[in-house]
């Protein structure tokens, strides 16, 4: 019996894949089920399964930056979403499965077998996760984002952003070298393009680039960033702010 975790925000996600695989993989045994990243490590710890189905695009911290907290790997891992082409080729010559969603029957089934041939083999997957995260880790690293502006496109790098700030429709993006874009998307969207690197909603008006902050003041849960802002982090955010913080 092959035993299965199973992390996705999304908790229609989750609940979906478990009638999949109760109904189509008999020999799959989900043991936990998980609807964030901080509960997926501490049950994966607590469990040892033997296959994790996760999801990439988590808020707060994604499955790469979970993986990360896990190495060495002593689990298999079938990706549970689309990504960018660099990211299949990635999966594919670290022989790492994926699944995009919805996810076809066929294809889950086939992703079973290849775990259940891996565990009877006794093959060691540490490897080539950890040269899956090199890859992605360097090409994050060098990705630029797209921001469309009144103008047009602005193509930055996350690291040149220090903070949004929410305006209605609009967001204004804060850069190291002091200019201010006002971009034509919701706070929402920009934090949609910025996930995977480092920044944290730290209120409903202010996402924040973690590596630009300089100091945080624990008794008024306050922040500074680089760029001299003081940020009052949301009483319900903080917890997940200095989790996140913690693991940069």
Not at 219 to 241: L, P, W
């Amino acid at each position: 019996m092959i035993q299965a975790i199973l992390i996705d925000d999304e908790v229609n996600c989750t609940d979906i894949l478990s009638i999949q695989l109760k109904k189509h993989c008999p020999n799959v045994e989900v043991i936990a089920v998980c609807n964030s990243a901080k509960d997926g490590i501490e049950k994966i710890n607590a469990l040892n399964p033997d296959v994790i189905f996760l999801d990439i695009e988590m808020p707060h911290m994604n499955g790469f930056r979970l993986l990360e907290q896990l190495t060495p790997f002593n689990f298999e891992v079938v990706f549970t979403t689309a990504y960018d082409e660099f990211a299949i080729k990635a999966f594919k010559v670290c022989a790492t499965d994926y699944l995009l969603k919805p996810i076809d029957k066929s294809e889950l089934i086939e992703a079973v077998r290849k775990v259940e041939a891996k565990k009877c083999s006794s093959n060691n997957s540490s490897t080539q996760m950890t040269e899956l995260l090199k890859m992605i880790s360097s090409q994050s690293q060098e990705k630029k984002i797209a921001l469309p502006t009144n103008e047009g496109m602005l193509f930055l790098k996350p690291s040149d952003v220090i903070r949004c700030e929410s305006d209605s429709n609009y967001t204004y993006v804060m850069l190291a070298n002091g200019e201010k874009i006002c971009v034509t998307k919701t706070l929402k969207q920009v934090e949609e393009s910025l996930n995977g690197f480092s920044f944290f909603r730290v209120h409903q008006s202010h996402l924040v680039n973690l590596n630009h902050v300089i100091k945080y003041n624990r008794d008024d849960a306050g922040i500074i960033t680089t760029d001299g802002t003081i940020i009052t982090i949301a009483r319900q955010r903080k917890e997940g702010f200095l989790e996140m913080f913690s693991k940069i």
